[in-house]
């Protein structure tokens, strides 16, 4: 029989998505030797692109808007030679739709530090007068909020803390909700009130940077994860694809090997987990699963899906590069011919994007497509006019998970039980629901802390 390949890298990270790509992109930039291993047959995790082969465009399983507050994605993109494939707003500038009143815009103003884009409510159309106002009462509420404060608002849901702060429904429904689903994929009646005061500080209490949109001009995989991938490779690191871990060995001192699916045996010295909560369980034995609680509070997340509809006509209608639709299922639509510089080519490809579409994922393919062209001849009438010549529909019914009131208790830390083990990934305590910013500072923290404890 032959001998059983053996590998020694200096940390083994386990999944290939955006928080083990940062974590991995941290240590070869230090010079350590790592194995990274990713089961499916590409990196990205939830966060990828494929090409459409009837088209050739590049087609994002889900599309994602980062932001300027967004400090470790800029810099792992700055690092993986990635930052011009992403265009920075100077200052915030969104376009919401209603039935209506038609366009709307949230504009910052030329005015220092935070105070631009609290200006730029006032002349929000879809509120009267008093609500706008009364918008600013949430900021004051986050500026005096204390740590004994952001502990009891964490038993609030998103729409008990707003109706503290005296917002009304129709300000709730026409601002804030769109706002919560986005950044938290939740609805404001389920979602955690402590994550979305943490998104609020983040976005309207920093610089006038922290509010703009980070627009991807190519695929997810272009731009996030294939960057990565080489960069990792060009340095001490090694990706192997379609492979998994099918155990850890757990001795006295932390983890001592790992058999691979295609049983390789890895002798690190440290290890990564970016794995989803759902598959953390699977690469220990039960004896060893006393020394994780994380394996035991992966059982308390619930997992909310994110549904993609991906639309060609025949002619454009949509002027925006991107629009929030108020009062529909369909919560945002992004012109991916504008955003990938490809309007000339005269037809139109958009993608409609629907967060926490529980009741939607269960339904079929026609269905989805016809609810989505109803919603957007309500906003854009012209485009009955237009044809339909190509569709595509990508369900993620684990895109993220649902950040209720409470899930932060659950939510592990980096550093484990296991001395040389540690935790990344966006469900993991990074203080942000799960966003690509999240996944990243998880990655960046389990790099620094591998390399701490090989030294």
């Not at 100077?90 to 884009?117: A, C, M, N, Q």
């Not at 694809?241 to 001795?251: A, D, K, P, Q, R």
């Amino acid at each position: 029989m032959p001998s059983q390949r053996v590998r020694k890298p200096d940390v083994l990270v386990i999944g290939g998505g955006v928080a083990g790509l940062s974590a991995a992109v941290d240590l070869v930039s230090h010079d350590r030797t790592l194995l990274l291993v990713e089961q499916k047959s590409r990196c990205g995790g939830r966060t990828y692109s494929f090409v459409d082969d009837v088209t050739g465009d590049e087609v994002d399983n889900g599309q994602h808007l980062m932001m300027g507050c967004y400090r470790s994605s800029l810099s792992y993109l700055e690092k993986i030679g990635s930052l011009s494939r992403v265009t920075v707003q100077k200052r915030l500038s969104v376009t919401y739709r209603d039935e209506h009143l038609g366009p709307i815009s949230l504009r910052s103003i030329p005015l220092p530090g935070s105070l631009g884009t609290a200006a730029g409510l006032l002349f929000l159309k879809s509120l009267s007068i008093s609500e706008r106002l009364s918008l600013l009462r949430v900021g004051f509420a986050l500026l005096a909020e204390g740590k004994s404060d952001r502990e009891r608002v964490d038993s609030l849901t998103v729409k008990e803390w707003l109706q503290r702060h005296g917002q009304s429904e129709s300000a709730r429904r026409n601002f804030w909700d769109i706002i919560c689903i986005g950044a938290l994929n939740e609805s404001s009646e389920r979602a955690s009130a402590s994550l979305f005061a943490k998104v609020l500080r983040e976005i309207f209490l920093g610089s006038s940077l922290d509010s703009s949109m980070v627009i991807p001009g190519a695929g997810l995989s272009s731009v996030l994860v294939d960057p990565a991938v080489r960069f990792i490779e060009s340095r001490r690191g090694s990706v192997l694809l379609n492979t998994s871990v099918e155990s850890l060995i757990v001795g006295e001192d932390g983890i001592t090997g790992a058999i691979l699916s295609d049983k390789t045996r890895v002798l690190p010295r440290a290890v990564v987990s970016a794995i989803p909560y759902f598959d953390l369980p699977k690469m220990f034995d039960r004896k060893d699963r006393t020394k994780l609680p994380a394996i035991e509070s992966a059982g308390r997340f619930i997992s909310s899906p994110i549904l993609s509809v991906h639309l060609w006509f025949d002619r454009p209608f949509v002027e925006e590069e991107f629009v929030g639709f108020l009062g529909s299922p369909i919560h945002w639509v992004f012109n991916k011919s504008k955003i990938l510089k490809k309007e000339s080519e005269g037809r139109q490809y958009l993608c409609l994007v629907v967060s926490s579409a529980g009741e939607f994922v269960g339904k079929g393919k026609g269905e989805i497509v016809e609810l989505s062209l109803r919603e957007l001849r309500r906003f854009y009438p012209r485009s009955k006019e237009c044809r339909v010549v190509r569709s595509l529909v990508i369900k993620e019914k684990r895109a993220t998970f649902s950040p209720r009131p409470g899930v932060n208790a659950f939510r592990p830390c980096n550093r484990t039980g296991i001395a040389n083990f540690f935790l990344a990934g966006d469900w993991t305590d990074t203080g942000l629901p799960a966003t690509i910013e999240g996944a990243i500072r998880s990655g960046d923290a389990c790099g620094g802390l591998a390399r701490e404890y090989l030294a």
